[in-house]
């Protein structure tokens, strides 16, 4: 099927070739606001992940495949990790993108499949409290997190991981 | 120029049927699988900063025989959602994406089933190596 750009094909003259001048606001499909955010957020899915192919593989790699697996984990396993800010920055950019890229897939999905108003706006709603919530809630843990516990006579917790020995004496 | 309503192959448009949709479907699928873990997995890790013994219990429902199957399925989610994305990438910025997208499905199985043999293989090891029994 091969259609040589004949004048046959060409426009008559005086009729402008679709898109080629200004479409009046009212057939566009959005408005142009609404649009660029769509175009982030299209951008923001293929950024993110393909970071998070790397970050949650490295993850998964560090806490199940190698040393004891599965096993292995347990709250000396997370303190010993989170006592390298590395593993903070690493969980911290994870959480951040991995709930950014979650809840942005859930958005398009609700945004498919829900075809009341009210509905996709109740669905949405819970969605972004929930997130909102979970991101902030992670955030604080990884910031927060206290490695040597210590009880009343400011002794070391058993569950405290090996070096805190070193570190309060 | 005549048009026909299905192409050469007889199979509609682009991602009607066959490859192109069903990578879909199992990517949306996947997709919210995996969105729901990860609020429990927040949530879950988040006991740390409750206390050791909280967070030791919790973590500890992980190491279930019957978790651990589920942690297969999981990762099995996460790898097919993972290679399937960097598929739609290449479909969508490769030059030649939307030509190959049916051979990258196939490549992205392929790669998926030797991901996951690897994985369950260790993952079962290291799991039968330190169980304790029920």
Known sequence: MTTTNSDAVLPAQGIEAPRSGRIDPKYLRSNPSAGSFEMVAWVFMRVSGAALVVLIFVHLWVNL????????????????KWSNPVWQFWDLTMLWLAMLHGTNGMRTIINDYAEKD?????????????????????????????????????????????????VTQ | MTQTKTSPGGRGTLYK?????WSWVGHRITGVGIFFFLLVHVLDTSLVRVSPEAYNAVIGAYKHPIMVLGEIGLVGAIVFHAFNGLRIILVDFWKQGTRYHRQMLWAVLVLWFVTMVGFSVRHLMTFFEGWEGF
């Open chain 1, 118 to 166: 009210s509905t996709r706006l109740w669905l949405k709603s819970i969605l972004y409290l929930a997130a909102t919530v979970i991101i902030i809630l992670g955030t604080m843990v990884i910031f927060t997190f206290e490695a040597c516990l210590v009880n009343e006579a400011g002794e070391l917790l058993e569950y405290a991981p090996a070096f805190c020995e070193n």
């Open chain 2, 17 to 21: 049927g066959r490859e192109g949709m």
């Open chain 1, 65 to 80: 495949m190698v040393g004891d697996g599965i096993h292995q984990i347990d709250f000396a396993f997370v303190a010993g």
